[in-house]
């Protein structure tokens, strides 16, 4: 099965938990993912070992850290303003489209064997579309795409205009797979994790690679406004530093792959920024 793990979520893919709680007065990590896993039990479980152990290595005491996962943009940016979370997990498309309105400011990234940057993907059947230019007057679809200015401007760096040049559909990298076999689309944008795991499907086949993005940098865990202070923000840093090393997040950085984390600043990001525009 086709899984989406995008390397800025690693190690916290599933910080999730349910939306509705937080905890008064504490420090909360949002998490937000547009078109990402649904939040599950197996989520709230894994929620609840990674934020001891980020508690316990930032020197804070187990109940005064809370988190909280979305898979829906909005649902994920009202959490962050109506709880004053002090920190946020977020994409690349969301910290573009959110960085000026929340106060996003870059406390730490992470690395993929070593490697601070991803790339997207587009891919079609054999023999049909064979770049973005021939997907004009056609639909792509993929869960990339519930991020579509992200998507446009950065992916594709605006050489197809969304909703204009192609009509989109965001769905799931697997579902948009079979919709392409079955000749219901021109294309599919996948994420790098998405793109490896293309070689695992029985009809993969039948697809190439027309397109693939230049890299683009991974996002981390941001500081939320005025919401977190200095000793907060340096000893979530700090955490995180030593998290892969640790016994318990050494297992979770094994499993996703995860070199380890970075500090991260604006200055990492102003290359997209600038491209992304206003």
Not at 120 to 128: Q, T
Not at 194 to 204: K, R, S, V
């Amino acid at each position: 099965m086709l899984r989406r793990k995008l390397p800025w979520l690693a190690a916290l893919l599933f910080l999730a938990i349910a939306a509705h709680w937080a905890l008064a007065g504490g420090i909360e990590l949002v998490v937000v993912r547009p078109g990402g896993p649904s939040p599950s039990d197996e989520a709230q479980a894994n929620v609840g070992q990674l934020m001891k152990q980020i508690a316990s290595l930032a020197g804070w005491p187990a109940e005064s850290a809370s988190s909280a996962y979305f898979n829906r943009e909005d649902e994920g940016v009202r959490c962050i303003q109506s709880h004053k979370a002090a920190f946020a997990l977020v994409t690349p498309g969301l910290y573009l489209k959110y960085r000026t309105r929340l106060g996003l400011a870059p406390v730490v990234k992470m690395t993929m064997k070593g490697v601070a940057t991803t790339r997207f993907y587009v891919v079609a059947k054999k023999s049909g579309p064979a770049s973005l230019a021939d997907l004009k007057g056609k639909t792509i679809a993929g869960a990339t795409l519930n991020e579509p200015e992200f998507v446009q401007r950065i992916v594709f760096e605006n050489a197809l205009v969304l909703g204009k040049d192609v009509t989109v559909k965001a769905m799931g990298g697997l579902p948009a797979l079979k919709a392409l076999r079955n000749g219901d689309l021109a294309a599919v944008v996948l994420d790098d994790k998405e793109h490896d795991a293309l070689g695992g499907l029985p009809f993969a086949a039948a697809f190439e690679t027309i397109f693939t993005s230049n890299p683009v940098p991974i996002t981390g865990i941001m500081a939320v406004g005025k919401n977190a202070t200095p000793d907060q923000i340096q000893a979530l840093a700090k955490a995180c530093d030593s998290f892969c090393a640790s016994p318990a997040g050494k297992n979770v950085c094994d499993t996703f792959e995860i070199t380890g984390f970075a500090p991260a600043t604006a200055a990492d990001y102003a290359d997209m920024v600038a491209r992304y525009g206003k």
